[in-house]
């Protein structure tokens, strides 16, 4: 038997395709922290996509964090107070290659300079 597709019904294929493609992982999402605080340890967690997963933080230099199967991860605040940092999760997964960020906020001070 021939199959055929007639050619107006391709661009609803080619996108029923693009959805199921797009829906095969859920989305990579990094929780907000609530702050940063020079030296002082913070967790980031996330969800979504599939490990392993990596991490940049920018400061007053980009920090590129090895990468981990884990969901979370803590990281030692080792940029000085009034920094503005800026973190975001990635999915090295070639299935759902995917970035996600948080909002940047500024580090906040304290007497803990012994990680500067
Ligand atoms: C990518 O994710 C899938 C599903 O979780 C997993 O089976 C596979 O091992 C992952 N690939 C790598 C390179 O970790
Ligand atoms: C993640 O898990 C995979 C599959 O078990 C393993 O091959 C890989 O080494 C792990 N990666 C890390 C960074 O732990
Ligand atoms: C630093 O230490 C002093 C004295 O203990 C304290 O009064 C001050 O609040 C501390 N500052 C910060 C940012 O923690």
Redesign the pocket.
């Known amino acids: 038997m021939k199959l055929s597709i007639p050619s107006t019904a391709l661009p609803a294929i080619v996108f029923l395709l693009q959805s199921l493609r797009a829906s095969a992982f859920d989305p990579l999402v990094l929780n907000p922290v609530d702050a940063y605080t020079q030296c002082e340890p913070v967790v980031f967690s996330w969800s979504g996509a599939f490990?392993?997963y990596d991490m940049g933080i920018f400061g007053t230099t980009l920090e590129a964090l090895?990468?981990?199967?884990a969901t979370s991860r803590t990281w030692v605040v080792d940029f000085p107070a009034g920094t503005v940092v800026r973190a975001a999760v990635r999915s090295l997964n070639i299935s759902s290659l995917t970035t996600a960020s948080i909002p940047a906020l500024t580090v906040m001070p304290s007497n803990d300079s012994s990680c500067l």
């Open positions: 490990p392993p090895t990468a981990t199967n």
